[in-house]
């Protein structure tokens, strides 16, 4: 059975930094594309960040310079970077994986496998 679990999620001030983890398991995922995604209350899901096997990455435009998304093959985990985190960035943060290679993309019709999501909210 194939599992994504995100963690890292918390409260902080504007500003401020946080790091989330999402642990694959289930299958070999270094070959797949991979991607966060969030979703505001009351707003649709949101492509954040996403890397492909080779660790070239895209992102959104409005947190360009601010995330990094990276990948640790050896511990099967997924990381989203996040500094100068502003109010709007506050949502539920969700990692997804597709079932092959492909680019980097943050279109989610490409992803299969989805987690349950961690919470990022952001004070000003």
């Known amino acids: 059975e194939v599992q994504l679990v995100e963690s890292g999620g918390d409260s902080v001030q504007h500003g401020g930094s946080l790091r989330l983890s999402c642990v694959v398991s289930g299958y070999t995922y270094t070959t797949y594309g991979m991607a966060w995604f969030r979703q505001a209350p009351g707003k649709e899901r949101e492509g954040v960040a996403g890397i492909d096997d080779k660790g070239n990455s895209i992102y959104t435009d409005a947190v360009k310079g601010r995330f990094t998304i990276s990948k640790d093959n050896a511990k099967s985990t997924l990381y989203l970077q996040m500094n100068s985190l502003k109010p709007e960035d506050t949502a539920m943060y969700y990692c997804?994986?597709?079932?092959?290679?492909?680019?980097?993309?943050?279109?989610?019709?490409?992803?299969?496998?989805w987690g349950q999501g961690t919470q990022v909210t952001v004070s000003s």
């Open positions: 997804a994986s597709s079932a092959h290679n492909l680019r980097p993309t943050i279109d989610p019709d490409y992803f299969r496998y």
